[in-house]
């Protein structure tokens, strides 16, 4: 599977734009600041309602982004893209403030990150939206079961879990 990566930089809404439209790509995962009509990459909106949601027809598409799981997310389906999984609520995580340049060494989100992560690598691995919303799901159950215990130590990390479990929609 050839995987192209807009990071930073290259996460442009022309560019995005040109490789979706030029490029045989079956999954989008997209990571960035969101709102209910739009999910932003590198200090510009990149997709919004009304603006490259039909350049996802067929396709099957992760938004991390917040709330982009209630209005962009419903348009991105009615486009006909196979799938959608994002998030109706602002998607939340704790952060190392040691670590706020350096994400894969947090070890505060990456608990929270780890079950979202989980619907990118199943899509990867070739499975439908709906599968890689319950592995997620699934992995939410898991981590949410950690922390529960009285003997967890970041029991605070609880509240997250289960306010991002219950934000994830999948759309087919």
């Known amino acids: 599977m050839k995987i192209i990566d807009l990071d930073k930089e290259k996460a442009k809404k022309d560019k995005l734009h040109s490789y979706l439209s030029k490029q045989p790509i079956d999954i989008v995962i997209l990571n960035g600041h969101g709102s209910s009509e739009a999910?932003?990459?590198q200090n510009e909106i990149i997709l919004s309602t009304g603006n490259g949601t039909y350049l996802l027809k067929n396709k099957t598409v992760f938004i991390r982004a917040c709330d982009a799981g209630t209005i962009l997310g419903k348009e991105i389906i009615e486009m006909g893209a196979k799938g959608f999984i994002g998030y109706i609520q602002p998607f939340m995580f704790p952060i190392d403030k040691d670590c706020v340049n350096?994400?894969?060494?947090?070890?505060l989100a990456s608990p929270v990150l780890e079950c979202s992560n989980k619907v990118g690598f199943s899509l990867i691995k070739g499975k439908s939206?709906?599968?890689?919303q319950n592995d997620s799901l699934d992995e939410y159950a898991e981590v949410t079961d950690r922390y529960s215990s009285s003997e967890a130590i970041n029991s605070f990390l609880l509240p997250i879990l289960l306010w991002n479990m219950a934000s994830q929609v999948c759309y087919q």
């Open 39 to 41: 999910v932003a990459g």
């Open 129 to 132: 939206a709906m599968q890689a």
């Open 102 to 107: 350096k994400p894969l060494e947090d070890k």
